[in-house]
């Protein structure tokens, strides 16, 4: 399992996109940036979207990306996967024939470019070949973590913005997990907020990670507020954990 960092930020400056992860050329987790980053040839071979929420670093690639396909070659086709909440927010406010066209029946009804597909917390699907589960989480709307498995059983955990949390935790004790992408928005000097806005910090990554019976191979911070990125560094440092590493666009991450 290949996956491109495309952006993994928790805000947008030069050089710091918002979170988007390529996996394998084809399955999306988020997508806070697709256009800027791929040509069209590889925004083309994208066939499925992993939804965590709809706030709007994590959907603002969607609308460009579905144009570009639109027009790239009819056999573009995207799946969009989501709790239903977040492909409802999709529908209303975005995709709405105002804001931006309903993609659903572009270039026509019978042969739309995108199409929704609802994942239930419980209940895993098949993604070309690749087993997804989701767990929600703990953040300011709903939003859901995911488990994604390849065929040859490595896992990756995807947790999207959280803050403290527990069912995705209880879904991750029952597999054996290669790989987790966990966001820390913040520095520990802002806990109030974190919590508030439903986020972590270096000190409640620490708690979370002991909700882990066994700790996977490789932690992946992401998320992290630009203008604290030097704080949460050093204060992630401090931890003293040699499997974290703090992600950075452009990272290719073998798992």
């Known amino acids: 399992m290949l996956v491109r960092v495309l ?74 996967l989501s ?26 009804s019978r042969h739309p470019v995108v199409q929704y597909e609802e994942v239930l917390p419980g209940k895993p699907v098949l993604v070309r070949g690749y087993n997804v589960s989701a767990a929600k989480v703990d953040h300011s709307v709903p939003a859901y973590g995911y488990v994604i498995q390849n065929s040859a059983r490595s896992s990756l955990v995807y947790t999207g913005d959280t803050g403290p949390t527990e069912e995705l935790w209880n879904l991750v004790s029952r597999q054996r997990i290669k790989a987790l992408i966990i966001e820390v928005s913040f520095p520990d000097e802002m806990l109030d907020l974190a919590i508030t806005s439903g986020h972590l910090t270096p000190s409640l990554l620490t708690a979370e990670l002991g909700k882990i019976p066994v700790l996977p191979e490789r932690i992946y911070i992401s998320h992290i507020k630009p203008l604290y990125h030097s704080a949460i560094r050093a204060q992630i440092a401090e931890l003293n954990r040699p499997c974290i590493e703090v992600l950075e666009d452009g990272m290719l991450l073998s798992i």
């Open 7 to 80: 952006g993994a930020s928790g805000s947008e400056l030069p050089g710091h996109n918002p979170p988007a992860f390529l996996i394998d050329d084809f399955l999306l987790l988020d997508a806070g940036t697709v256009s800027l980053s791929l040509d069209y040839n590889a925004q083309c071979k994208i066939t499925h979207i992993l939804l965590t929420h709809a706030h709007f670093d994590h959907i603002k690639a969607i609308p460009s990306l579905l144009d570009n396909m639109v027009l790239i070659d009819p056999d573009c086709h995207l799946t969009i």
């Open 83 to 108: 709790g239903r909440e977040v492909i409802e927010d999709l529908k209303a406010n975005i995709f709405n024939d105002r804001i931006w066209p309903d993609f659903t029946s572009l270039p026509n």
